[in-house]
């Protein structure tokens, strides 16, 4: 664990793939970032035009802002080769993507509001990957971590892997799968990583789960 300077809120996702295309100019369709892979319950994204309702093969898009209704879930497939699932009454917003030579690879900012569980994919990373929270900044390398409300405030744990959870006030490293730290507010520290019960655990990773 360590503890630096606060950094500012960034999200970063560099990666080799050629699908991720830069930001459109004039009237061209946005490029994909990622395509749903399942939906349950009320699931739609705000795009020109108004809001559309998202369901399997769907491409997510820059500039798109997704919504999840209650008891809804949403699965997208990254082209990263990851994979990204949303709980209910959960936003997400695409409001970055750039796109460079393959040797200098790619941005993409993704902001999160609500509980989200990520795979980080195959694809290589020089920088790896990072989700912006209403409270922190989550930043991933090959990993697959939790990030939601739980027991009254923001919780971050990790299955595998390695993030950096970076807040105002500070910096903490969960490097070590089923530990976690909670958040109370963006200009407080994270906690030191504990490890979470069986029972947290199985909380948290319900919010992320499809019914039957």
């Given at each position: ?81 990851g994979s990204l ?39 290589h990373h020089k ?11 989550i930043g991933i ?72």
């Amino acid at each position: 664990m360590r503890r630096t300077a606060a950094a500012l809120f960034l999200a970063t996702l560099t990666a080799a793939a050629p699908a991720l295309a830069a930001p459109p100019a004039g009237g061209e369709a946005p490029r994909p970032v990622g395509i749903v892979s399942r939906a349950q319950g009320d699931v739609q994204a705000v795009r020109t035009g108004g809001a559309t309702p998202l369901g399997p093969s769907d491409p997510v898009a820059w500039r798109d802002e997704v919504a999840t209704g209650e008891a809804s879930r949403l699965q997208v497939a990254l082209l990263d080769e990851g994979s990204l699932t949303l709980g209910e009454n959960t936003r997400l917003t695409v409001d970055e993507l750039t796109v460079g030579a393959p040797e200098d690879g790619s941005l993409l900012r993704l902001a999160v509001d609500g509980p989200f569980r990520l795979l980080s994919g195959a694809l290589h990373h020089k920088e790896g990957t990072t989700i912006v929270t209403p409270v922190a900044t989550i930043g991933i390398r090959g990993t697959d971590v939790w990030g939601g409300q739980i027991d009254g405030a923001w919780g971050v744990f990790i299955l595998s892997g390695v993030v950096e959870v970076t807040t105002r006030a500070g910096t903490v490293v969960l490097d070590t799968p089923g530990t976690g730290t909670t958040i109370t507010s963006p200009d407080a520290p994270p906690t030191d990583p504990v490890r979470w019960a069986d029972a947290k655990v199985a909380r948290a990773v319900e919010t992320v789960t499809f019914q039957p």
